[in-house]
């Protein structure tokens, strides 16, 4: 088995070798155990499912959250030239049926779902039909409500896994505290389960924890200091624009990336960045997740994250090319108190959650009793304006009623057209015999996308198809909801708005059953968080990965040599050395005959002159040398 599992990573991946952990995670895959893996981000997590997938016979059911990270994984798989599908909440039911149809008679390998689709009807009919040889679990901490990504829907996995039969289970994660380690295992229903845990502690990272008033300064001199790519990571949109301008203003070429841009501009910017082009990229947390650069140099962080899970993820996009890199929070008092704040404002009054609720139920113009299952754009700033809702209590009561499971929040993603060809070959062929004017158009779509029309939904480009069929894009777009209408083929614009998921039948917002008690935990978890991050923030004697180790659970007892507290400590013993080197020849020198401090220090070997002065100053200040009569330095005989 182990020249299959190296042969396929060579095929498929152009690898050699395995990183260290991935190999015996793959065998204890193929062992049919369960396992789950703990990897620092940029580890090598996806091959770890992948691989063995391809050695095994039949489906990879593979459940994550993001779907642009879905996307962009199906889209690496197809270009290997493998068959790989994702099913999500922006697809419209006839694209669902016709992937969850490829799963069921064996034309896929892997299939990406978002774990919202785990409870819809139409995926828990075929999943007792598909032939699935192993279930992954991306992102695991999310299943656990102590997780710093609780997502109600993953608790579908363990209802999904018992039309598995002896399915094998992998879960993989970045970031675990034992706690949450413990609450994968039991909330996946392991068996025969093994854990297998990766250091979290990165010898070429350097943290970095600065109090500074002015933190653009500091920025400044920061990244002239360290050269190479960087992240700036931002709480706020507004302020990533800030910044980034900030940084331009000082020669230091930056550009900035949040959620609310369109597609096509955080994919222009994101390329960039990768390509070099942009040295900085000042961003919200929705930049870098699935993002693959190994050559980043430092990782600044202006505001203080809630916790740290999420920082060591967003820490961790630097120096995953094993060089040394920096990650940096520049933090002041404020930061403190507003992180403090924060956990307030983060859980508002039910009053006003079950408020929101009644406004998105007449927003999405659902009628009690109504909705499972139905996505809907939303756009929450006209969601706020209609319904004259403050943004950011509304904002946390969205994810309120997402964490209680009543809702389902996607942020804007690219959903390119598709086109689906529903008629068979030879009534297409007579349909547009008997339409000639639509015969050149369809015979450009089967030239330029071929067969596959006839059996899955195809990604399309209106401007190419337009360019290869002499018509307009307008022309192009009419013409195909033309054929939609007719029954001849399926076509679906494209979307990018963030989209909401009614994932149970709408309530009465009065009898929205919300969970007190568990909101009450959640609170008091997240609380535990924060002080955690204040903790690792405010800490000036304690080595940083050494704190962020003890968080994870993993016991480290070297310090780690180069963080800012290890080299302030590494500074202070060499200060301290040469410190006593310089008093032992003072002491020499003194104890031979009183010298003129001109002349003491003529006869003194050591480099830093300054640091000289300050330890025969020292020695005085002590008493133990004085000056004599004549102005000289002697030794006090009475020490």
């Avoid at 042969?7 to 049919?32: C, H, M, N, T």
């Avoid at 690219?414 to 349909?431: D, R, V």
């Avoid at 339409?435 to 399309?460: A, D, M, W």
Wanted: some cysteine; hydrophobic content about 35%; proline content about 4%.
């Amino acid at each position: 088995m182990s020249e299959l599992i190296h042969s396929i990573l060579k095929k498929y991946w152009g690898y050699d070798s395995f990183r260290p952990l991935q190999e015996p995670i793959i065998q204890a895959v193929l062992e049919q155990k369960d396992v789950l893996a703990l990897m620092p981000t940029g580890g090598g997590k996806s091959i770890c499912f992948q691989v063995p997938a391809m050695a095994l016979h039949g489906l990879c059911i593979v459940v994550t959250p993001l779907i642009a990270l879905m996307q962009d994984q199906v889209k690496n798989l197809r270009e290997k030239g493998i068959v790989a599908y994702a099913l999500h909440s922006g697809m419209s039911f006839s694209e669902m049926d016709i992937v969850l149809n490829a799963c069921v008679f064996g034309k896929a390998k892997f299939l990406y779902l978002s774990p919202e689709r785990l409870k819809t009807e139409l995926f828990k009919e075929r999943l007792p039909r598909m032939n699935v040889c192993l279930l992954a679990v991306d992102e695991a901490h999310c299943i656990s409500q102590w997780g710093y990504d609780f997502r109600p829907a993953y608790l579908e996995i363990a209802h999904a896994r018992q039309h598995m039969n002896t399915t094998p289970v992998i879960a993989l994660t970045a970031t675990a505290t034992p706690k949450v380690v413990r609450d994968i295992q039991e909330k996946l229903q392991f068996k025969n389960g093994k854990v297998f845990q990766k250091s979290f502690a990165r010898s070429n990272l350097s943290y970095s924890c600065l109090q500074v008033e002015d933190k653009e300064k500091k920025l400044c001199e920061i990244l002239r200091n360290v050269p190479g790519t960087s992240v700036i990571y931002v709480r706020s949109r507004k302020k990533t624009k800030e910044i980034a301008e900030y940084l331009n203003i000082n020669n230091i070429k930056a550009d900035y990336y949040h959620a609310g841009l369109s597609t096509e501009e955080r994919t222009k910017k994101q390329s960039f960045w990768i390509a070099g082009k942009t040295r900085v990229i000042v961003a919200t947390n929705a930049f870098g997740m699935g993002i693959d650069k190994p050559d980043v140099r430092t990782v600044i962080h202006l505001d203080l994250p809630e916790s740290l899970e999420a920082y060591y993820q967003e820490a961790g996009r630097a120096g995953r090319d094993e060089k040394k890199a920096y990650a940096v929070i520049l933090y002041n008092s404020s930061d403190i108190k507003t992180l403090h704040e924060k956990i307030e404002y983060s859980y508002p009054e039910s009053s006003f959650v079950r408020k929101v609720y009644q406004c998105l139920a007449s927003y999405c113009r659902l009628a009690e009793g109504t909705g499972e299952g139905c996505t809907f754009d939303f756009d929450e700033h006209k969601f706020t304006e209609t319904y004259k809702l403050p943004k950011t209590q509304t904002y946390y009561s969205l994810k309120r009623l997402q964490a209680e499971g009543f809702i389902s929040l996607n942020d804007a993603f690219h959903n390119p057209s598709k086109i689906f060809i529903s008629a068979h070959y030879e009534n297409l062929y007579k349909w547009y015999v008997e339409n000639p004017e639509y015969e050149l158009l369809v015979k450009t779509l089967l030239r330029i996308y071929g067969g596959n029309l006839f059996s899955e939904y195809v990604p399309v480009h209106e401007k190419k198809i337009a360019q290869c069929s002499n018509l307009t894009e307008q022309d192009v777009q009419k013409k195909l909801y033309y054929l939609t209408k007719t029954g001849i083929l399926s076509y679906l614009p494209k979307k990018e708005n963030p989209q909401i998921t009614f994932l149970t039948p709408r309530y009465d917002a009065a009898k929205l059953p919300l969970n007190q008690k568990k909101i009450k935990s959640l609170y008091e978890a997240d609380k535990e968080k924060i002080e955690a991050m204040i903790a690792y923030v405010t800490s000036i004697n304690t080595c940083r990965t050494t704190k962020i180790l003890e968080y994870f659970g993993e016991i480290k007892n070297d310090p780690c040599n180069v963080c800012d507290i290890c080299r302030k400590k590494i500074k202070e013993q060499d200060l301290q050395a040469q410190d006593e080197y310089i008093q032992k020849q003072v002491s020499a020198i003194l104890h031979q005959t009183p010298l003129k401090i001109k002349c003491l220090m003529e006869r003194i070997i050591h480099r830093d002159k300054n640091q000289t002065i300050r330890s025969i100053r020292k020695m005085i200040d002590l008493g133990i040398i004085i000056y004599n009569k004549k102005g000289e330095l002697m030794l006090n005989k009475l020490e």
